[in-house]
């Protein structure tokens, strides 16, 4: 049973990698820096989100991802800098690495326009020793790993408003080979990374002096593969607790949670119901946020960004 869940992981992986070499994340409105660098300083404090998302749990290999990240603007609020650092394993495959993002913020009345570019690396290792083959066979191709080092750059903009924001951003504008001489094995992998392509947005609706609906989307492109869209909902309750729903194209169905525990701190957790046929040989995705901000101005943490 082991091993055939490990074929059907590799299949999927082998399929559809090249769409998903940037790690996926539900709770993607509270972590825009890891897909826009321009979203570097908009919470207009020092932010710091930390998040933890694992898929498909109860499949061998099923991906695992953490990621940290830290954003602030800088000076008079014009430069917003931010680093993110992640860690994204797939079966036999691991990625790690830290980008580091700059935005210049342009004030257009009550809106703000900022545009970003980063840059980084990711360590790319994927171990083909572990990969179990029949009884006596020997392959060359699983003798060894592959170790590369992937620098990239990315480039995006956003425009945000205290209700509304709307962002446009190509995170990885190098296709590095991820190949190496004599392990073509990876060519199953995409062979190459692919430019992915994020569009995203949101609006904030009043409903009561108590009761908020904050909407959002996602729109991921990338050659070879199908758009897929999110499309979530969060109604708050007195700006302090958030329940939501998401719907993932084709795919899965998320339920949110949020808290905001103190003016400072948040907490988030996200369900992932998979609507393939997938989700028979798993329990569904989970992904935990934390996110903590350090005011400078009382009033800015008070009354932080709507998104």
């Given at each position: 049973m082991l091993g055939r869940l490990w074929i059907l992981l590799f299949l999927l992986v082998s399929v559809g990698v090249s769409a998903q070499q940037d790690a996926m994340y539900s709770q993607y409105m509270f972590n825009?820096?890891?897909?826009?660098?321009?979203?570097?300083g908009?919470?207009?404090?020092?932010?710091?989100?930390?998040?933890?998302?694992?898929?498909?749990?109860?499949v061998p290999g099923a991906p695992q991802t953490q990621t940290v990240s830290a954003h602030t603007p800088?000076?008079?609020?014009?430069?917003?800098v931010g680093v993110q650092v992640f860690n994204d394993k797939v079966g036999i495959i691991k990625?790690?690495?830290?980008?580091?993002?700059?935005?210049?913020?342009?004030?257009?009345?009550?809106?703000m326009l900022a545009m970003g570019l980063q840059g980084g690396f990711a360590s790319f290792r994927a171990d083909y020793t572990q990969v179990e083959l029949n009884t006596g066979v020997v392959d060359p191709t699983f003798s060894q790993p592959i170790n590369k080092v992937l620098p990239n750059f990315g480039a995006g903009v956003y425009l945000t408003t205290r209700k509304f924001y709307i962002g446009l951003s190509v995170p990885h504008l190098l296709r590095n080979n991820l190949t190496t001489k004599g392990l073509d094995i990876s060519k199953s992998y995409g062979g190459r990374q692919s430019m992915q392509f994020f569009l995203t947005g949101g609006y904030s609706f009043d409903l009561t002096s108590d009761y908020c609906l904050k909407t959002s989307f996602l729109v991921k492109q990338v050659s070879g593969a199908p758009i897929q869209a999110?499309?979530?909902?969060?109604?708050?309750?007195k700006d302090r607790v958030a329940f939501g729903l998401s719907y993932r194209s084709a795919s899965d169905l998320v339920a949110m949670i949020e808290v905001q525990a103190t003016p400072y701190l948040r907490f988030g957790y996200a369900y992932d119901y998979g609507l393939k046929k997938l989700s028979r040989f798993n329990s569904g995705s989970h992904e935990?946020?934390?996110?903590?901000?350090?005011?400078?101005?009382?009033?800015k943490v008070l009354s932080p960004r709507t998104f």
């Open positions: 825009t820096l890891a897909i826009n660098p321009a979203y570097a908009s919470r207009e404090v020092l932010s710091i989100t930390a998040l933890n998302r694992s898929q498909w749990v109860g800088i000076m008079k609020e014009s430069v917003g990625t790690t690495g830290a980008f580091f993002s700059y935005a210049y913020r342009i004030r257009m009345g009550k809106s999110d499309i979530s909902g969060n109604l708050w309750i935990l946020m934390v996110r903590y901000e350090f005011g400078r101005e009382r009033d």
